[in-house]
Every structure is written in structure tokens, then in C-alpha cells.
């Protein structure tokens, strides 16, 4: 009898496995070849954190260096942040750029540019360009009056 719910959780975890797509694995990927491509497959990582549109335009620039074989060397350091920002916006955009760096690493290079790129440090910006409310003050300011 404990057979049977083995058999069952087995059977669902092949189904599930089977029906959805998973995430290619990173060797096969393709290699990157030039600096763009670095910060092309990092913007696509990018994921930012989810605040009110009253917090758009928060800027944090990041320095990180990698190895020949695509993985972070050392410890990524902050080195700007967007100075109107609250402690726990900042916190929120430390996670995310974090969570980016682990989700894109190991990077694979190729052997030319990881031999290139090991050890120098990488001055990386995420900037949250999300649209700013417009105020509606202006908007009011902006109306002819009314004449009676």
C-alpha cells in the first residue's frame, strides 16, 4: 500500500517534468563574444522590484568582476544609489541586482573574452525607467480659464 502514493508522485512529477518548458541550461547558451553582449544577456536577467510609479527612476551602478570562466570574482560592490531614495527602495534595488548577478552567473565566455574580461573590474548601472506620474497641477495650470 505505501507503493502506491510513490507510484503517484512519481507519475506526477514526470507529467509535470513532460508538459512544461523548462529553462535551457546554460551550456547551451551562446557564448558571449563581445562587451555588449555582457550587458545584453545581464539587461535580460534584469528583473526590477515591484514599487508604487512614485519610485521611478531609481539608479543603482554596481562594480563586478568576473573570471575566464564567467563566474563573479570576489564580492560585487554598490558604489551609487539614487540619493531621494528610501532606505527600504534601496534595499528592494540591492536584492534585485543581486538576485540578477546570481541568475546570469557563471556567464559563459568565450575563451577570448574571458581571457579579456578576468579580473577587470565592470562598472554596471540598472536604472529603473519606468514612467513618472505626471502631476496634475500642471495639467490644471495648463487649461485656458473659463469665461462666463
Known amino acids: 500500500m ?4 510513490s507510484l503517484v508522485v512519481f507519475a506526477a512529477l514526470l507529467a509535470i ?3 512544461v518548458p523548462g529553462t535551457p541550461a546554460r551550456a547551451e547558451e551562446a557564448p558571449a563574444n ?3 553582449e555582457i550587458f545584453e544577456k545581464l539587461k535580460h536577467c534584469w528583473k526590477s522590484p515591484r514599487l508604487p510609479l512614485s519610485h521611478a527612476g531609481m539608479q543603482v551602478t554596481v562594480l563586478v568582476s568576473f573570471t575566464r570562466n564567467g563566474e ?4 560585487p560592490r554598490i558604489t551609487y544609489e539614487s540619493p531621494n531614495a ?3 527602495d534601496r534595499l528592494q534595488y540591492r536584492i534585485a541586482v ?5 541568475a546570469c552567473t557563471p556567464m559563459p565566455f568565450t575563451d577570448s573574452l574571458g581571457n579579456a574580461v578576468a579580473g577587470r573590474p565592470f562598472t554596471v548601472r540598472f536604472d529603473d525607467r519606468r514612467r513618472k506620474p505626471k502631476p496634475r497641477e500642471r495639467q490644471a495650470w495648463l487649461r485656458p480659464p473659463k469665461i462666463l
Open 72 to 75: 563573479i570574482l570576489g564580492h
Open 86 to 88: 528610501t532606505d527600504d
Open 2 to 5: 505505501s507503493r502506491k502514493p
Open 34 to 36: 563581445t562587451l555588449h
Open 98 to 102: 543581486m538576485n540578477t548577478l546570481q
Open 17 to 19: 517534468s513532460i508538459l
